[in-house]
């Protein structure tokens, strides 16, 4: 599988049609792939597409068509440097980061079961491959219970998104960052989560595991 970085939606070409999950083919208005930087340093993961991601096809969108979790994740990129300041809010220019979600299909009345999730993961595990990030940021507690029991560690009773909001966990080959769900989440926590992550950025955060030079 190679990379088109020529573009920033589902750059990878994964398959937008997929037929896994026959009750999320009924639900879903498109198939949501990952979107941005294929050389991105920082990869951030949510449970699922929101509405707009079900009606745009990119993960967490803003804009008129956007909703509020798209929004504010991509007001934290903004804050960060990673996120271009004018560009279009449904397809925004982002820069050192990828997002993407556990699963790639919405359904609207209920959240991804433990099948779909696995059914999901082959997709999750080759952008992570592709894109050999430093740092994971999982979205939510469900991103965090699933990449927490995969790359770290770390026993899943020990992980709550509460408390290890912003903080950075030692992984297997990555840093985990967790993030309260951006729609959950008040100025406070978001202005300590932008700081944390800040400093992580401004610090020796690339680890010896045969990265391509940027």
Known sequence: MDANQETRE?????????????ALV?????VVHGYGDVGADFLF?????????????VPFPGGEDGD?????????LRRLGLLVADSDPE?????????????????????????????????LNAEIR?????????????????????????????LDIVADHGRAIR???FELVPMVDPAD????????????????MAGDYRQTKGRRSR
């Not at 009924?26 to 498109?30: N, V």
């Not at 509020?68 to 934290?76: P, V």
């Not at 989440?185 to 992580?200: G, H, I, N, P």
């Open 45 to 57: 993961v949510g449970e699922r597409p929101g509405p707009g991601a079900d009606e745009i096809g």
């Open 91 to 123: 397809r925004p220019e982002i820069v050192n980061a990828f997002v993407t979600n556990l699963t790639r299909c919405r359904h609207p009345d209920r959240a991804p079961t433990d099948e779909e999730i696995s059914t999901c993961e082959p997709y």
């Open 68 to 76: 509020e979790r798209g929004e504010k994740l991509q007001s934290i």
């Open 171 to 173: 992984g297997r080959g």
């Open 26 to 30: 009924e639900s879903r208005s498109q």
């Open 130 to 158: 592709m894109i050999n990030p430093e740092i994971l940021v999982p979205i939510g507690e469900r991103a965090l219970a699933e990449l927490g029991e995969e790359y770290t560690t770390t026993p899943a009773s020990d």
């Open 10 to 22: 589902n750059p990878f070409g994964m398959d937008e049609e997929c037929p896994n999950c026959p």
């Open 185 to 200: 989440q008040s100025d406070d926590r978001t202005q300590e989560w932008v700081e944390e992550f800040s400093a992580l």
